[in-house]
């Protein structure tokens, strides 16, 4: 019974982390089924192969090549279902699989090298894991995966959710080359190494090229990530100032446009008034009165703030839609012009184009924005599709697109102001309301 549970026991814990590790980078999504009937699916067959490891070898004792052909057929088996049912580039697939084989080739070099410290006596039984081996094993993962986990896997994940395929393909040469390298060097130093293969300084050598190894993946996937990562935020960034600009142009020239129309108005209804069309001059003076008030419009007292609430709620006037603006700033609130512009104009934008999809009967905006503390809070609230509620506030890539079927504008760059200026941006659709809540935490300037 000892040799029965020790070698399927072994067996299960070398070959089980090892399937594991192969899964557990690629997000749900990627997953022809879902991720917990895999993760079952893979337990519950490395138990069968284990609980039938053991029984040829008791037909055939000290048969070890036996015993590695049930681990290849193990393997096999895994690999075939391994690449169907991932829903990814080879390449990554790929990638991901080199990695486990690091793992197990570690695993196994690592316990290997304290084993051939023991006398035979000391081996506890029979087979390919016979029991000391079998708690070596389970001393080892127990000590390695953690570390695999957060080292490797962790930012390896992150990686393969961010990084297109296309844009991999030298880190992906060079995790495969440092691998390859990795277990030539271990073949080498147990070849070439001194006599006998085994000993302190060989296991030094060993350990210390796992640990080199670990830290190369590391470095691979997290420089990788945060060379595409400053390349987006540079991105986004060149895309705020194209957006300031865009924003600013629309200002300028509605203003001019309604400077020029006023004059015009009023030129006609001198015109009409003295050819007593009483009604159309009625109509001419009530029209240029509007133009007048969305020229003149003031809500804080900040030019930047005034121009773009002015631009976007004279907008939402001509849809004939309800607008509550409260507005409370005080005279220096610490955030950069091209900023709040951005910022206000993106969030408006959207609001407007939300609007243009309601019918008129249920069209409704309310902006605030104030300054509290040392804070800028903003809060807009418009009207929307009814769609299903988004449920809590979520940040901005849960609406990625927009509430008319389009694709939301400006979200990523209102989010990268708000982390600029430690704050958070938060976006909610309930009851036929989307409601953007911003909050900026400041420094005063003296």
Known sequence: MSFYLSNAFGFFIQFTP???????????????????RVLVGILAGA?????????????????DALGNMEMLAAMALTLAVYFPLVREAPVKKVLVFFIALFYAVSQFWLVNAVWNFLPEDQYWGNGPYPVLTTVMYAIAAAVTLPVMLRCVLRPMGDFIREVEPREMHREFATAILSTTGFIAALMVIYIFGPYPQYHYGTMLMELLL???????????????????????RQR??????????????????????????RHHLNTIGALNAQGKREEIAEYLKQYGAVADRLEDMKFSGDPVVDGVLGFYLAQAEELAVPVECDVSLDKNTGVEGPDMTVLLGNCLENSVEALKAVEPERRRLSVELRSE?????????????????????????????????RRGVGLGSVNDIAEKYNGSAFFERKGGIFTTRIILNLKRKT
């Not at 138990?47 to 048969?63: C, E, K």
Request: charged content about 30%.
């Open 18 to 36: 090892c399937a594991l590790m192969i899964f557990l980078p690629f997000p749900e999504e990627s997953l022809r089924t879902p991720r917990k």
């Open 236 to 261: 986004a960034l060149e895309i705020q100032k194209l957006q300031y600009d865009r924003i600013s142009r629309e200002m300028e020239n509605t203003r001019r446009l309604r400077h020029d129309l």
């Open 373 to 405: 503390r040392a804070m800028v809070l903003l809060r807009i609230r418009n009207s929307c599709i009814e769609r299903a509620d988004s449920g809590p506030p979520a940040d901005w890539k849960t609406f990625a697109e927009g509430e008319n079927g």
């Open 210 to 232: 796992i640990i080199e190894q670990i830290l190369i993946y590391w470095l691979i996937f997290r420089e990788s990530l945060r060379r595409k990562r400053d390349a987006e």
């Open 47 to 63: 138990a069968v192969f284990a609980a039938l490891f053991p029984v040829p070898l008791r037909l055939a004792p000290g048969s």
